[in-house]
């Protein structure tokens, strides 16, 4: 954990406390396995697609870290990033409908896009996902220490 180097030991102390916390809320919401990935994604496509979009397989993979997810229309399988485990169902929604899409239109047209308009979180989820990546570029701070 980083921690800037003027905190107090107090703030310091509270600071890790606070943040301990929050991961542990986190974890104990639990990562979503394979299967209920799968069955998160027929609920979506129900509802923002109408059921058209039908995957055989939907699953996490760990090797995808320059992709948040990819689609293979001919075999009906989409693979999430597992980098996408812990960002907000919002987002993964949004990574799921956006494999979904490809199911329905190859490429990323007009009619794609409209596809995805039907989320009212869409621009949202592209927000947090540009913020993601912004932020791994950024340098560290100085005067930080890692706890």
Same mark, same amino acid.
């Given at each position: ?6 905190m107090?030991e ?8 606070v943040m301990?916390d929050?991961?542990?809320a986190?974890?104990s919401r639990?990562v +979503?396995?394979d ?6 994604a ?25 992709r ?5 229309p001919s075999e ?5 990033s597992h980098?996408?485990?812990g960002m ?14 490809? +199911? ?9 896009w ?14 947090? +996902? ?8 950024l ?9």
């Amino acid at each position: 954990m980083l921690i800037p180097a003027r905190m107090s030991e107090a703030e310091e102390q509270r600071w890790v406390t606070v943040m301990l916390d929050k991961l542990a809320a986190q974890e104990s919401r639990g990562v +979503l396995g394979d299967r209920e990935l799968t069955e998160r994604a027929l609920r979506l496509s129900e509802q923002y697609y109408g059921g058209r979009a039908r995957p055989d397989s939907v699953r996490w993979v760990t090797n995808q870290n320059t992709r948040w997810g990819s689609c293979t229309p001919s075999e009906g399988s989409i693979r999430l990033s597992h980098r996408l485990q812990g960002m907000p169902e919002y987002v993964v929604d949004y990574v799921l409908l956006h494999e979904l899409a490809h +199911l329905l239109v190859p490429g990323h047209g007009p009619r794609f896009w409209r596809l995805l308009d039907a989320y009212p979180r869409t621009e949202r989820a592209r927000g947090y +996902l540009e913020g993601v990546v912004a932020a791994a570029r950024l340098p560290h701070l100085p005067g930080a220490r890692e706890e």
